[in-house]
């Protein structure tokens, strides 16, 4: 087991009074805890820091701890508590401790009783011990799965649980999503969590709903956006396009004269739900083609000569 | 197949999460989740239902108050603040990707 030198992770000196063991803890949590750090590794770093408060700021653990100290920093392959060591101080632990994960190894060997660890949200749920962790993962759902109810088959790893003495499994679930799903919700599987432990019951399985982006239409709340393509003789003519939809192809008239940006409503051809239907709006987009022939240039060169048409006429550039 | 459930009762919340009942209390009465069904009906507590998301937030409050010791007051301010941003981050994406059919090299800017 690695020895823990809480005074080195808290960045203070081992004589240094509550105020600093205080303000030092304060520092690193502000700067770790993985509410307000998303960054690789800052939850791990948070729970090191958490376990080193927990220990330094009670004056009994302390002295505990600073007797290991002593005795932990000599030992060269590895810690292990003396012969015979008992914590006495577990009586400060009953309230306010940081950090609702498993504290380390270590933690557990001296301050928990080696042979029955303690897990950090003991300290704090008192009364609840037992119940295994909630655990959430992603769920990527099509946008053309929101329309209707659908059954998904979600395959998910429960890590290993040294209370439950559980090994790292993978679980295998069918869940049902109703329909109208949105990005952002979450559904939540009442047991499918980590496993309890001294006969508690599992935690819950929390599915994080993620719409995954497609190609063509962009959502807004119910609502369905897709970019149609125009020719420049399309928009100025007016035409009529087929257009995709979720649910198979719908004709739209291009009314003559639109412009690039212009917004067509097509009501009830979005997003679905048991309470609202979206509408979906095609915006117009004018497009140049790529290659302009010899005989085009000729045609747009006439509509140049006969056109008094300025889109720049607000600007003041003339000189 | 496991039942897909969306909220969470307040006895419920308490028992499972190990949650003291007056700490949940308080923390809606600061406004920083609030009960799905919140009516004059419901005004009892034990009546509370929360949504799934309610929950995220919920414990998210709870982490932050307990670990970083601040008061519920700055946690509802914080948690605001992170809703907020939260729902502003969407919407730039949404925005980034419409842009992104308009202009070249629009979506994702350095």
């Known amino acids: 087991m690695e020895f823990k030198d809480y005074y080195n992770i808290l960045g203070i000196a081992p004589d240094a009074d509550p105020k600093e063991v205080k303000a030092a803890y304060r520092k690193l949590a502000r700067k770790y805890h993985p509410d307000m750090n998303p960054d690789e590794g800052a939850?791990?770093?948070?729970?090191?820091?958490?376990?080193?408060?927990?220990?330094?700021?009670?004056?009994?653990?302390?002295?505990?701890?600073?007797?290991?100290?002593?005795?932990?920093?000599?030992?060269?392959?590895?810690?292990?508590?003396?012969?015979?060591?008992?914590?006495?101080?577990?009586?400060?632990?009953?309230?306010?401790?940081?950090?609702?994960?498993?504290?380390?190894?270590?933690?557990?060997?001296?301050?928990?009783?080696?042979?029955?660890?303690?897990?950090?949200?003991?300290?704090y749920q008192g009364a609840?011990?037992?119940?295994?962790?909630?655990?959430?993962?992603?769920?990527?759902?099509?946008?053309?799965?929101?329309?209707?109810?659908?059954?998904?088959?979600?395959?998910?790893?429960?890590?290993?649980?040294?209370?439950?003495?559980?090994?790292?499994?993978?679980?295998?679930?069918?869940?049902?999503?109703?329909?109208?799903?949105?990005?952002?919700?979450?559904?939540?599987?009442?047991?499918?969590g980590k496993p309890g432990y001294n006969g508690g019951t599992p935690g819950d399985l929390y599915l994080h709903i993620r719409v995954v982006p497609h190609p063509l239409f962009d959502v807004v709340g119910h609502n369905l956006t897709i970019t149609v393509p125009l020719t420049p003789w399309e928009a100025a003519l007016g035409t009529r396009v087929t257009l995709p939809t979720l649910e198979g192809k719908i004709h739209l008239t291009i009314?003559?004269?639109?412009?690039?940006?212009?917004?067509?409503?097509?009501?009830?051809?979005?997003?679905?739900?048991?309470?609202?239907?979206?509408?979906?709006?095609?915006?117009?987009?004018?497009?140049?083609?790529?290659?302009?022939?010899?005989?085009?240039?000729?045609?747009?060169?006439?509509?140049?000569e006969s056109e008094s048409f300025d889109p720049r006429k607000d600007w003041d550039t003339k000189s | 197949m496991s039942d897909s459930l969306f909220s969470i009762s307040f006895n419920e919340l308490c028992q499972l999460e190990g949650i003291d009942s007056d700490v949940v209390i308080e923390i809606v009465e600061y406004g920083i989740v609030r009960p799905a069904n919140l009516s004059r009906e419901t005004s009892e507590s034990d009546q509370w239902l929360f949504d799934t998301t309610s929950i995220r937030w919920l414990k998210k409050a709870l982490r932050l108050h307990r670990d970083l010791e601040i008061d519920w007051l700055a946690v509802a301010m914080v948690v605001d603040l992170m809703r907020e941003n939260e729902i502003l981050q969407k919407e730039n994406d949404t925005y980034q990707r419409q842009l992104a059919r308009f202009i070249k090299d629009a979506a994702h800017p350095e």
């Open chain 1, 43 to 123: 939850e791990a770093k948070f729970k090191d820091v958490a376990e080193a408060y927990q220990v330094l700021k009670n004056a009994e653990t302390r002295a505990e701890f600073d007797e290991l100290l002593k005795y932990g920093s000599q030992s060269q392959h590895g810690f292990q508590p003396p012969p015979g060591w008992k914590s006495s101080a577990n009586a400060g632990y009953q309230e306010g401790a940081q950090f609702d994960g498993s504290f380390s190894d270590f933690f557990n060997s001296i301050f928990g009783g080696a042979s029955q660890g303690q897990r950090a949200d003991d300290f």
């Open chain 1, 128 to 192: 609840h011990r037992g119940r295994g962790s909630d655990i959430e993962i992603e769920l990527p759902v099509f946008l053309e799965e929101t329309l209707k109810e659908n059954e998904k088959s979600v395959e998910f790893v429960i890590p290993a649980d040294e209370f439950a003495q559980t090994p790292t499994s993978r679980k295998h679930l069918k869940v049902k999503i109703p329909q109208g799903i949105m990005d952002g919700e979450r559904i939540r599987l009442r047991g499918q």
């Open chain 1, 255 to 304: 009314p003559p004269g639109t412009q690039s940006g212009d917004k067509l409503r097509l009501k009830g051809k979005g997003l679905k739900s048991k309470t609202v239907t979206g509408d979906m709006f095609a915006v117009a987009k004018v497009v140049m083609p790529e290659n302009i022939s010899e005989k085009s240039k000729a045609l747009w060169q006439a509509l140049a």
